[in-house]
Nanobody, 124 residues
């Protein structure tokens, strides 16, 4: 059974930083791309960032480009999201997800396993 567990959420002031981490188990982690999504209250889940199976390629939503960095450690089965220069509009529940394929995707339907989510709150 595949499990994804996110950690690292919390409350931070605008301009601050947080690092999210997601640990995967139950499948060959290095065979699949990984992604981060987020969902704010009253809004649909949206794509944040993705990384291919090897970690050599990444892709970001325009809203976080230049502020967030996605990375992975295949030896530790982890994917991280470093979030800098946080804004109140970044407040959301952040989800880690495992893609069905090794290449990146921005649509949620491509991802077949999801974590439980971790809350990120940015105060102004």
């Amino acid at each position: 059974q595949v499990q994804l567990v996110e950690t690292g959420g919390g409350l931070v002031q605008a301009g601050g930083s947080l690092r999210l981490s997601c640990t995967a188990s139950g499948r060959t982690f290095s065979s699949y791309a990984m992604g981060w999504f987020r969902q704010a209250p009253g809004k649909e889940r949206e794509f944040v960032a993705a990384i291919n199976w090897s970690g050599e390629r990444t892709f970001y939503a325009d809203s976080v480009k230049g502020r967030f960095t996605i990375s992975r450690d295949n030896a530790k089965n982890t994917v991280g999201l470093q979030m800098n220069s946080l804004k109140p509009e970044d407040t959301a529940v952040y989800y880690c997800a495992s893609d069905r394929f090794p290449t990146m995707a921005v649509v949620a339907e491509r991802y077949d396993y999801w974590g439980q989510g971790t809350q990120v709150t940015v105060s102004s």
